[in-house]
């Protein structure tokens, strides 16, 4: 069936429910609703897409705080090797509890430093795992705006052949418009085989970003 077919004005009656006639411009309203909702889904990724590149920031952050942290447990080990050393003698005042107490905060902190590189990875993979995602929304809500832009072309030029046909036009006259008609209805189903295509990649995009979430979940978890 042609999308020409599918605006065809008509009126169904059956146990006195009354179906809305269909017209062109209902067609038309759902090409502008269509543009609305793909330009709002630009929008809203260009959102999400702020938020992305702050949680990239945060994870960079993290990650020079973390290596701050290494640095502070090498100079804790340092110390950790002078506690030891002096507590061979009775007159330090360095009680073998205070080196062994030295030595579990340099071991809680290197736990902390493994966790938080962890954490600082996920949030770096999720942040590039997202900006593929978005990008491919970007590109699904372009084809959603060029495949309703496309019906009402087809609306238009549906309205032009009935328009000449009603004026008793030539056939001759009228075949270069239906021509274009075949064209914008091509054009329509390949568009239209693109958005399938594409909600695909999409799909596969939004698996691979929860995957991710999934990830820096646990890791989130573990640091608790």
Not at 106 to 133: F, G, M, P, T, W
Request: net charge positive; glycine share 2%.
């Amino acid at each position: 069936m042609s999308i020409l077919s599918s605006i065809v004005e008509f009126r169904v009656k059956k146990e006195n429910i009354n179906v809305p006639i269909v017209t062109h411009e209902d067609e038309k309203l759902l090409s502008n609703l269509e543009i609305e909702v793909a330009h709002m889904l630009k929008q809203m990724s260009g959102k999400e897409k702020s938020i992305s590149q702050a949680e990239k920031k945060l994870a960079d952050q993290y990650g020079d705080y973390t290596r701050f942290m290494g640095i502070f447990v090498r100079k804790l080990r340092d110390l950790s090797k002078q506690l030891e050393i002096l507590s061979r003698e009775d007159r330090s005042g360095i009680t073998k509890d205070e080196v062994e107490d030295n030595k579990g905060y340099v071991r809680h902190l290197d736990n902390a430093i493994d966790l938080k590189e962890k954490y600082c990875d996920k949030l770096k993979d999720l942040a590039i795992q997202k900006k593929s995602l978005l990008e491919k929304r970007v590109e699904y809500a372009d084809i959603m705006i060029e495949i309703a832009r496309i019906r009402k072309h087809v609306v238009d030029a549906g309205l032009k052949i009935e328009a000449a046909k009603n004026k008793m036009v030539a056939a001759e006259k009228i075949a270069s418009t239906e021509s274009k008609l075949k064209d914008l209805e091509r054009e329509y189903n390949r568009k239209k085989k693109d958005l399938v295509k594409k909600s695909e990649q999409l799909e596969k995009e939004r698996d691979e970003v929860n995957a991710m979430w999934e990830q820096l979940k646990n890791v989130t978890k573990a640091m608790e």
